[in-house]
């Protein structure tokens, strides 16, 4: 299909094209109007199916005046097509029509080029089930995207269904996407819509493309058996009008249509045989009121068994897209089953035409269809939808704007769908098919045309991204004057791109304050990792980044450098050797009636001044010295009782007391700048750190401290204040 060529010849003949419209047919209607003017430009055009533009048009206006459209829809039909031939089909139609005519035909066409891309990139990614299921959701809510006016789905659901209705008459089978989009998309918005009469045509159509010898089956058992079986039908249905008129109720019965699709569903979801289908012999029982849909229903159960299990209240309780009626399932004198269906007229024309219903029937609005609730946004979509022509004199503009414009739906030049939130820009769509694409977005095209990238993109829009090989996000991005992001979930990925660099820049910064201390201690050699983890970090990183934030002091990590001098070798150590003046003098612990023994502090325990202590004779290793509290100088004592001898502090005589290393256990929240604040506690009482692990399960930091004090009642008074700072739950000796 061409569009009319932009010479002078062509701008004056279709000039003479909207005059000849609008003179002789000035008084005609407008889908009379409509066509006259589509027509010089359809005749000689063809759809990708093969068929004739024009008498496709004449098919889709037929469609639609059948399930209750005006000659306004009907009109649509003409126009929307006879846009993709004009250079400016909005200015055209509009001179011709008027403006709303001219909005009406171009959106419709713009959808129909939209799905067709989408379906064409489809076809190409057949193999992707995933992908599919989700392109097709997207299809589907794109359909409602573009609903602000509801004639916009009808259009395209009698564009589809015509489709259908010329492949099956010319014996040609629908192309695979376009029957797979007919399947997954439209055919199940009709059923949302409760367009009945579209729905099961389209789904017989359907199935005779996708199983034609199961569909000739079927055709062929319904067909064995058919004068029989009207006969049957028609007596009583005779029979049932007959009487309920006797009692008063105006009905009207009739034989309701067989559809096969729905008889193999109930044949293979049930595992019925054909005869058992409840379908094949069905009536339908239309009366004036509600009232007396529910004396109908008494009657019939007087004169019919019941089947159990098979009746249906759908006045009580609508069905999601509002359909109405009463389904019940009885048995003749014969033991035949029949399904009858009972409702009112207003009820009968929504099941029929769904949304179209409300072009005839416009009065029905708050009777039958009111009360309608939805569980989801999308529903809920489907219900204003539903209701929107018999509400919309009272149904405020900003009422329904609000839910339309919440989403929009564009397109990857590979034409996949994709879904964003209104007023979302091309930077929002970058992020949207990748992270790295949205970081390294420099520029975009939409619908081929450069763009600034803070512009605002519409419905079925075609985008294509300009991204540097590398780089990242401006920070103007996040500025929401500058208006460049719509998305939450962009606005995200773009801090978190921030964060991460602001991370691995305090990184580079703690890594070269720790190697430059290294280097003036003389330890380049020092694996990082192991460093790293003597202070209890998990990585290097970590260690970096902690002392990069100035949360984990330079001291803390000369102190795990230079740990306390070791203790001596057990084996190459005698009981007993006698004591330095110099050790003596300084004071520490004495042996009880001996002065000459080697004593050391049990690792168990590490006892302090002024703790009570005891001492226990090793094997070669001396006289160990434990608190007399400790559980493991307990067993021991148990065990070797004689091995237990009596020890005390000695008082130093002159000079500085000596210090013993202690253990601290920390327990608090775990935050930033904790390590550092309680270190600061213990470099302000002066007491020194050499040791420090950290652990951290489910937000609690768990810290083991090594400090060396002179006299534990002096650590009581330290862990106080370590017990006052902020997230610290527990401090105590361990």
Not at 123 to 137: C, I, L, M, N
Not at 267 to 272: E, P, Q, T, V, W
Not at 451 to 473: D, F, R, S
Not at 583 to 596: F, I, M, Y
Request: proline share 5%; net charge neutral.
């Amino acid at each position: 299909m061409k569009p009319v060529e932009r010479n002078a010849p062509g701008e004056t003949a279709l000039a003479e094209v909207v005059v000849a419209v609008n003179e002789p047919l000035a008084q005609a209607g407008v889908c009379a109007r409509a066509r006259a003017f589509a027509e010089p430009l359809l005749a000689g055009e063809s759809t990708h199916s093969g068929e004739n533009l024009l008498a496709h048009a004449d098919g889709v206006a037929g469609i639609l005046a059948g399930i209750g459209g005006d000659e306004t829809v009907q009109a649509a039909a003409y126009l929307s097509y006879a846009s993709a031939q004009l250079n400016r089909p909005e200015e055209v139609i509009a001179k011709a029509f008027g403006p709303g005519f001219a909005r009406l035909a171009i959106e419709t066409a713009k959808l129909e080029r939209l799905q067709r891309r989408s379906r064409d990139g489809r076809a190409e990614r057949v193999d992707d089930a995933s992908d599919a299921a989700e392109q097709t959701e997207s299809v589907r809510k794109m359909l409602l995207a573009f609903s602000r006016d509801l004639r916009v789905i009808l259009l395209r659901l009698a564009s589809r269904l015509q489709t259908l209705r010329f492949c099956t008459a010319t014996r040609q089978p629908p192309a695979p996407s376009l029957l797979r989009e007919a399947h997954e998309v439209f055919a199940p918005l009709a059923n949302r819509l409760g367009i009945w009469q579209i729905k099961w045509e389209m789904e017989d159509l359907i199935f005779r493309a996708q199983e034609p010898e199961a569909y000739r089956e079927i055709a062929r058992l319904l067909d064995a058996k058919r004068s029989e079986r009207e006969a049957a039908l028609e007596q009583r249905r005779a029979e049932i009008e007959r009487a309920l008129r006797a009692q008063g109720i105006e009905a009207v019965v009739t034989g309701r249509p067989k559809h096969i699709s729905s008889i193999v569903r109930k044949m293979r979801g049930k595992g019925l045989a054909f005869d058992q289908v409840f379908d094949i012999r069905a009536l339908r029982v239309i009366v004036p009121s509600v009232a007396d849909c529910y004396l109908t229903l008494d009657w019939v159960h007087q004169h019919y068994a019941a089947v159990a299990g098979e009746f249906d209240d759908y006045i009580a309780r609508p069905k999601i897209n509002g359909y109405q009626s009463l389904h019940t399932v009885v048995r003749d004198a014969d033991g035949r089953a029949w399904e009858i269906q009972i409702r009112t007229q207003a009820m009968h024309e929504h099941a029929e035409h769904g949304v179209a219903a409300h072009w005839a029937y416009k009065e029905a609005g708050t009777k039958g269809y009111g009360g309608v609730s939805a569980s989801s946004d999308y529903d809920a979509k489907i219900a204003v939808l539903r209701q929107l022509l018999a509400w919309e004199r009272d149904l405020s503009g900003a009422a329904a704007q609000g839910l339309f414009d919440d989403r929009i739906y564009v397109l990857t030049p590979e034409a996949a769908v994709v879904e964003l939130p209104a007023g979302a820009t091309p930077v929002d769509f970058a992020y949207a098919v990748h992270t790295e694409l949205g970081h390294r977005c420099r520029g975009a095209r939409v619908d081929g045309a450069m763009v600034p990238l803070n512009t605002p993109l519409q419905n079925g829009q075609t985008v294509a991204i300009t991204a540097a090989k590398e780089g990242g996000p401006s920070r103007d991005w996040l500025n929401a004057e500058l208006g460049y992001l719509a998305s939450p979930r962009a606005r995200a990925k773009v801090r978190a791109w921030f964060n991460a660099q602001h991370a691995r820049e305090t990184i580079a910064r703690g890594r070269e304050m720790v190697e430059k201390l290294l280097q003036r201690q003389g330890r380049t050699a020092l694996s990082l990792d192991q460093l790293a983890a003597d202070l209890g970090f998990k990585s290097h990183d970590a260690l970096f980044e902690t002392v990069g934030k100035d949360e984990l002091s330079l001291r803390s990590i000369e102190a795990v450098l230079h740990p306390p001098e070791p203790a001596p070798d057990p084996d190459a150590q005698l009981l007993q050797r006698k004591l330095p003046a110099e050790r003596k003098a300084r004071g520490g612990v004495l042996v009880v009636g001996q002065d000459s023994l080697l004593t050391q502090p049990a690792r168990c325990c590490k006892p302090a001044p002024p703790d009570e202590i005891a001492g226990y004779v090793t094997r070669g290793r001396g006289v160990t010295v434990h608190r007399r509290d400790c559980p493991s100088f307990r067993d021991l004592a148990a065990r070797e009782p004689e091995r237990v001898i009596e020890v005390d502090w000695s008082t130093p005589a002159s000079g500085r007391a000596p210090s013993y290393p202690v253990d601290v256990s920390v327990e608090a929240v775990d935050r930033q700048g904790l390590l550092r604040d309680i270190s600061e506690v213990f470099s302000r009482e002066k007491m020194n750190v050499i040791g420090v692990r950290t652990q951290t399960v489910r937000g609690w930091a768990q810290m083991t401290f090594v400090v060396e004090v002179d006299d534990t009642r002096r650590l009581a008074q330290v862990l106080r204040q370590v017990q006052e700072v902020a997230g610290v739950r527990r401090a105590r000796r361990r």
